[in-house]
């Protein structure tokens, strides 16, 4: 039984205690919306105070060369590798998740000849099928969709790429990805795997799976701020076949030759597009050290410990609440996500209590755990906040009904 002495032990014996203390956050709030925006670093502000005083204020455009802005995308690619099993070669931090989707799908279809459709399943995160549909109008894919136990049986000769999410965005569901990669290669399929919703929190062996392509966010689990850049990555074996679409002049072998000619860089700086975001990839930087910093290993053991303290804390609290993530910690991704036809209001009164989770339509509750920083005690007060939101009734309040722009 769940109870506010066992979550303070817990807490206690956390070995990843202390590295709270280096986030923001704010006094009286229960944060559980690490799974959408991470939470500030301290030692983010200070960062970008030096990047924008020294580096850009004092050091203006030399700074590409003596701050070393230029490589900026390749480093901070080669700090998120080891958190999704990859070689630091293999991953770069660049664009958004949804312009690498675009690039990778169409790089994919070009090393699939003969083959135009891209298979995933439905319900799966909205950019990601909008990226197939967008490639579709054009006339370069074809959009196929399977329900998750029907994927493997509609790998046919035909299917160029599987595109899958992770862990699903709505339940937490986690998909087998060595076992879903080995039978779409066993089909002559590639995989693109989108880790926005693992990166950071869940573990990844992009490298142990022998995965394709993959992307990810860098504003959840890693911290980088609201619209952080994204990461790719492309296994080594594929570089060279890989055309990637978008083939601006960062993305170019010698970008300052200024040649009329586009030519590819050599490996995955060919993934490169437009002149990189230097402010936005410097937060990022110091999201992904303080992650990288705490390990995956001991990441993923508190992120069990925390859902499943939370998952026994909200059936005692709400017993009545359906819980539709996987029961197995081990098949599911750092959140715990309830069903409830007024979702919706029941979020408002819990931000209105302190307690930040958030809602994705048309009638779930998520509450992302972020092992960085989320405590036991956290978890407890949201079950107990929960409880009585529910029993009150207060979420009737026609102010929480009230659909603000973002959900």
Request: charged share 20%; net charge negative; proline share 7%.
């Amino acid at each position: 039984m769940s109870n506010l002495p066992e979550a303070r032990a817990l807490d206690a014996a956390d070995p990843l205690r202390s590295w709270r203390g280096l986030f923001a956050l704010p006094p009286g709030v229960v944060y559980l919306d690490g799974n959408s925006l991470g939470a500030l670093p301290l030692g983010t502000a200070s960062r970008l105070g030096e990047v924008m005083r020294r580096e850009w204020g004092e050091g203006l455009i030399r700074s590409w060369n003596t701050a070393d802005w230029i490589s900026l995308p390749r480093r901070v690619g080669a700090m998120i590798a080891p958190l999704v099993g990859a070689a630091p070669h293999e991953v770069i931090a660049c664009d958004s998740t949804s312009v690498n989707l675009f690039k990778l799908i169409a790089a994919a279809l070009a090393m699939r000849p003969g083959r135009k459709v891209v298979l995933s399943e439905p319900g799966n995160f909205p950019t990601d099928l909008y990226m197939i549909a967008g490639l579709e109008a054009q006339g370069l894919a074809e959009r196929r969709l399977a329900p998750r136990a029907e994927l493997v049986a509609a790998l046919d000769e035909d299917v160029a790429l599987l595109l899958l999410t992770h862990v699903h965005y709505k339940t937490g569901a986690m998909h087998d990805m060595a076992r879903l990669t080995r039978a779409a290669h066993d089909a002559g399929a590639l995989v693109l795997w989108d880790l926005s919703h693992s990166a950071g929190a869940v573990p990844v062996d992009l490298t142990g799976c022998e995965a394709d392509l993959a992307v990810g966010c860098g504003y959840k689990y890693l911290n980088g701020g609201p619209g952080a850049p994204a990461f790719a990555f492309v296994a080594e074996r594929h570089h060279e076949a890989l055309q990637q679409p978008l083939t601006g002049w960062m993305g170019h072998a010698a970008p300052f030759a200024f040649t009329d000619d586009y030519a590819p860089a050599s490996g995955i700086d060919r993934l490169l597009t437009g002149t990189p975001p230097i402010l936005a990839l410097a937060a990022l930087e110091e999201g992904v050290k303080l992650i990288a910093g705490i390990g995956m290993e001991r990441l993923t053991t508190k992120s069990r410990a925390l859902s499943e303290f939370l998952r026994a804390a909200i059936a005692e609290t709400a017993p009545g609440l359906p819980c539709i993530s996987p029961e197995d910690p081990t098949a599911r991704g750092s959140q715990l996500s309830f069903r409830h036809p007024e979702a919706y209001a029941i979020c408002q009164a819990l931000i209105a209590r302190g307690v930040i989770g958030d809602f994705r339509d048309p009638d779930i509750l998520r509450l992302g755990l972020a092992p960085a920083y989320t405590r036991f005690e956290d978890c407890w007060n949201a079950a107990q906040a929960l409880g009585e939101v529910l029993e009150s009734g207060e979420w009737e309040r026609p102010e929480y009904r009230q659909r603000a722009a973002v959900t």
